[in-house]
């Protein structure tokens, strides 16, 4: 199985969510960083992502959904609403996320974390 690597877009950039899955052992990068400046507008961040074979979180929902219709081909993407979940909620299903799917099961979809709510 291969593993995922996650990153993590402006709008879901939060350090305590990198640092706790990074913990859990999973490759997670966060805007900004080397190769996606912290003012990177949304299609330069799911191509950025995806010519780095990231699957990109975003709370962005309606650019990125448009987003992903014009880029097909980018590397995968996990859409969630920020005001249904906790720190705590995103750790843990972004963890079953990254525990279960393959990398090569994503590319060119489109899908929501609630999948990995519990």
């Known amino acids: 199985m291969t593993n995922l690597r996650l990153h993590l877009d402006a709008d879901a950039s939060i350090r305590a969510l990198q640092k706790a899955l990074r913990a859990r052992g999973h490759d997670v990068t966060r805007t900004p960083t080397k190769w996606m ?3 990177a507008d949304d299609r330069t961040q799911l191509l950025g992502a995806a010519a780095q074979s990231r699957i990109l979180f975003t ?9 992903a219709k014009r880029y097909p081909t980018h590397h995968g993407l996990v859409l969630a609403a920020q005001s249904r ?17 393959e990398s090569a099961t994503w590319v060119g979809q489109v899908r929501w974390l609630n999948t990995w709510k519990e």
């Open 85 to 101: 979940w906790k720190l705590r909620e995103l750790i843990e299903a972004l963890d079953q996320m990254l525990n279960e799917t």
């Open 59 to 67: 709370f962005n929902i309606r650019s990125f959904q448009e987003l």
């Open 37 to 39: 400046p912290l003012d």
